[in-house]
């Protein structure tokens, strides 16, 4: 029997977007995927440190898990990391905890050194434009100053934007653009870019 590859990717994309499918094997992937979920979210996800003298490590992690609502996010998760086999949880200082984003395998690329250490995480993902509100609606980006950085006016409700990350032990480039970039690209005229160093000395990503 030939492998279709096609029929496999839409069984995959069925089960990835929780839908009915067209055939018996995308409800047995379905089924399969939700017994996996329930052995390993029926006792619980608990974090904690190898070392941990004072416990202190153990309520800075439980700080984090709250922080981030892991909780509600366990499921798309899992499922994502059974599916595709791989992903990538990036690391964001966010006041004095963390925020933690998980990006599919579709959304970011690894590159590594010749000694296999992590050298460069790229990720690519797309939010909806807010549309500018009350006098703003009547600016343009240069006439809003700082903010239109931030609502791009004259943009419709639900218009896409891309961003691009490359994020490196000292340092974490940013594009933002109305077309979607490719991995490995160096960034092009018309798109906004920026660096900002990257304190934490590492790659934080996992």
């Not at 979210?41 to 440190?49: K, S, V």
């Not at 994502?80 to 998980?102: N, Q, T, V």
């Not at 950085?149 to 409700?157: L, Q, T, V, Y």
Request: proline share 2%; glycine share 8%; aromatic share 14%.
């Amino acid at each position: 029997m030939s492998f279709d590859a096609t029929r496999f990717q839409a069984i995959l994309d069925a089960a990835r977007n929780r839908t009915v499918g067209d055939g018996v094997d995308t409800m047995v992937v379905a089924a399969h995927l939700s017994q996996m979920r329930l052995f390993m979210l029926r006792q619980g996800i608990e974090f904690f440190a190898r070392q941990d003298s004072f416990n202190q490590r153990r309520e800075f992690l439980r700080r984090v898990v709250d922080f981030n609502e892991l909780s509600s996010r366990f499921e798309s998760i899992i499922d994502s990391f059974l599916i595709d086999g791989k992903g990538l949880l990036y690391f964001r200082p966010a006041r004095d905890l963390y925020r933690i984003h998980y990006f599919s395998q579709d959304q970011y690329r690894t590159y590594y050194d010749e000694d296999g250490f992590l050298e460069e995480v790229q990720i690519i993902y797309s939010f909806k434009v807010r549309p500018p509100r009350g006098f703003g609606s009547a600016l343009d980006a240069s006439q809003m100053g700082g903010m239109g950085e931030r609502f791009f006016a004259g943009a419709s409700n639900g218009e896409l934007r891309w961003i691009r990350l490359r994020v490196f032990a000292d340092r974490i480039e940013q594009a933002v653009s109305t077309e979607r970039p490719q991995f490995g690209e160096e960034l092009v005229a018309g798109r906004a870019g920026e660096t900002r160093v990257n304190r934490l000395g590492c790659v934080p990503a996992t």
